[in-house]
């Protein structure tokens, strides 16, 4: 009897398996990467905080900033002027006695312009602090502190006083700087409004703009006694 051997297959070689640590840390790795696109894409999503009022006042003022350059070779000539301006004063403030006109004082004494959008804002903010119908209460349209005798709740001489004292708080307290600064360049309502707020002038700042009034400011004339 002949036997005849076959000849042996080869086994299919069994797959490398990777060390246990050196899969874990894959994943490890894996889960690092799909965590830190994660965190991305929620800072991604989350929107920058809003500027304050004095960063918003810089930027306008950067933005409306003007540049003059004069030639040398420019000449002086001389100008013959044959009409003349008029800028109301306190008489004539006085003599119409309305609240524009009392924040048109204000604007003067604080050497501001009587600017639209400054008036606007400031008989707003009158009207949020006493109301527009009776806005020469105690003869402190703004309810300002300084130098009334009863912080907020304090009583003036008569309203051309009350004007200068107004002008004076905003110029000389560091926390009211903005607001003249905003006054001081004509700056949009919403940016003086906003300084307004942010300022410690009513301890509830307004409500952040929330308690803030926008309809049209009536005109009303206080009593001539309380001009003084």
């Given at each position: 009897m002949t036997f005849t051997s076959r000849p042996t297959e080869p086994r299919p070689s069994a797959p490398l398996r990777q060390p246990r640590r050196r899969r874990a840390s894959r994943r490890l790795a894996v889960g690092a990467a799909l965590a830190s696109l994660a965190l991305i894409g929620t800072f991604a999503l989350?929107?920058?905080?809003?500027?304050?009022?004095?960063?918003?006042?810089?930027?306008y003022i950067r933005s409306h900033a003007q540049t003059l350059r004069v030639s040398q070779e420019a000449a002086a000539t001389a100008v013959t002027r044959d009409r003349y301006g008029f800028a109301p004063g306190?008489?004539?403030?006085?003599s119409s006695?309305?609240?524009f006109d009392w924040a048109k004082l204000v604007m003067l004494d604080g050497g501001w312009p009587t600017s639209?959008?400054?008036i606007t804002v400031f008989t707003r903010w009158m009207r949020q602090e006493n109301g527009a119908n009776d806005w020469?209460?105690?003869?402190?349209p703004l309810n300002n502190g300084l130098g009334s005798g009863g912080g907020g709740t304090g009583t003036y001489a008569n309203l051309v006083i009350a004007a200068q004292k107004v002008a004076e708080n905003l110029h000389r307290n560091p926390g009211f700087a903005t607001i003249a600064e905003a006054f001081a360049v004509s700056a949009p309502t919403?940016?003086?409004e906003a300084a307004i707020w942010a300022s410690p002038w009513a301890s509830s700042h307004y409500?952040?703009?929330t308690h803030w009034h926008y309809t049209p400011v009536e005109s009303f004339t206080a009593p001539a006694s309380a001009w003084g």
């Open positions: 989350v929107p920058p905080a809003p500027p304050n009022a004095a960063a918003q006042l810089d930027a306190t008489a004539s403030l006085a006695g309305s609240n639209d959008a400054n020469w209460n105690r003869n402190n919403n940016i003086t409500a952040n703009g």
